[in-house]
C-alpha cells in the first residue's frame, strides 16, 4: 500500500545532541510537511517543502531544520534538542490538485522524541 | 490570526446515544474545515471536510459561518467511533496549509 513511513517510530536523545528523523513517502506526493505535537496540544505546523522550495513558518525555532534530498524522503534535523523539544513530530504529504481547494494530507504514525 | 477551538477534551457517550463534537474557529476569510481522526495504534487521517458535504461513518459536519462553528455529529454512537477527533482550518490564500484543534477524545460505552 502506498503510504507515509516514519523511523524510528521512538528516539531517544540526550539534551544538546542533534538527533535526525526521518520521513518517506510511496504517494509521490509533491509536498511534505512537519507537525510538532505535544501533548494534550494541536499538532503545530514547523514547515513543509512544496516540491523542493522550503517553506517555514514564522515561530519555528532555528534549531529545527529539515532537508528533502528527493521527492520521497524528507529529515527534520534538530541541531541542539532541549527537554521542551520532546514531543510526537509527524510527517504528512499532499498532492496538490492544482483546484481552489486545500488537499488532502496523508500522515505517518509519527515519531515519538525523548530528550534526557 | 486563524484558530480553531475544541471546547472538550474528553466526550463519553453510551452506544446509540448521539454525538456533537464541537468545534468553532477564527478566521477573518473564507476557510475550508475539516475533521480528522486518530483511531487507536493508528495514524490522523481524513474524516470529512466542508466542500464534500458528505457523509462519512454516519458522521456529518456543516459549517456555520455565522456561529463560526463546524460541529460533527452524528445521530447513533457505536462502539468503533471511540478515538480521538481533531478539528482543523485552511485559511484562503494559505492552500494546504492546516491548524489543528487540540482534539477530542470520544468514548463511546456500552
Known amino acids: 500500500d502506498a503510504m507515509v513511513i516514519q523511523n524510528p517510530r521512538y528516539q531517544v536523545t540526550q539534551f544538546g545532541k542533534p538527533v535526525t528523523l526521518s520521513c518517506s513517502q510511496t504517494l509521490n506526493h509533491n509536498v511534505m510537511y512537519w507537525y510538532q505535537q505535544k501533548s494534550s496540544q494541536a499538532p503545530k505546523l514547523l514547515f513543509h517543502?512544496?516540491?523542493?522550495?522550503?517553506?517555514n513558518e514564522a515561530d519555528t525555532p532555528d534549531n529545527f531544520q529539515s532537508r528533502r534530498p528527493n521527492t520521497s524522503f524528507c529529515f527534520l534535523d534538530i541541531r541542539s534538542p532541549g527537554l521542551g523539544d520532546a514531543a510526537m513530530y509527524l510527517c504528512?504529504?499532499?498532492?496538490?490538485?492544482?483546484?481552489?481547494?486545500?488537499?488532502?494530507?496523508?500522515f505517518g504514525p509519527g515519531t515519538r522524541l525523548t530528550v534526557l | 490570526a486563524q484558530r480553531v477551538t475544541q471546547p472538550e477534551k474528553l466526550l463519553s457517550v453510551f452506544k446509540g446515544a448521539p454525538v456533537e463534537l464541537k468545534c468553532n474557529y477564527s478566521?477573518?476569510?473564507?476557510?475550508?474545515l475539516f475533521w480528522y481522526v486518530q483511531y487507536s495504534r493508528q495514524r490522523l487521517q481524513l474524516l470529512l471536510r466542508h466542500i464534500s458535504r458528505e457523509s462519512i461513518k454516519g458522521f456529518t459536519a456543516d459549517l456555520n459561518k455565522g456561529e463560526t462553528s463546524f460541529h460533527l455529529k452524528k445521530p447513533f454512537a457505536q462502539e468503533e467511533d471511540s478515538a480521538m477527533y481533531y478539528c482543523?482550518?485552511?485559511?484562503?490564500?494559505?492552500?494546504?496549509?492546516?491548524?489543528f484543534g487540540t482534539g477530542t477524545r470520544l468514548q463511546v460505552t456500552l
Open positions: 517543502y512544496y516540491d523542493k522550495d522550503f517553506n
Open positions: 504528512a504529504t499532499s498532492r496538490p490538485a492544482g483546484g481552489l481547494f486545500t488537499d488532502t494530507q496523508y
Open positions: 482543523a482550518l485552511s485559511g484562503s490564500g494559505t492552500a494546504s496549509k492546516l491548524t
Open positions: 478566521y477573518s476569510g473564507s476557510p475550508e
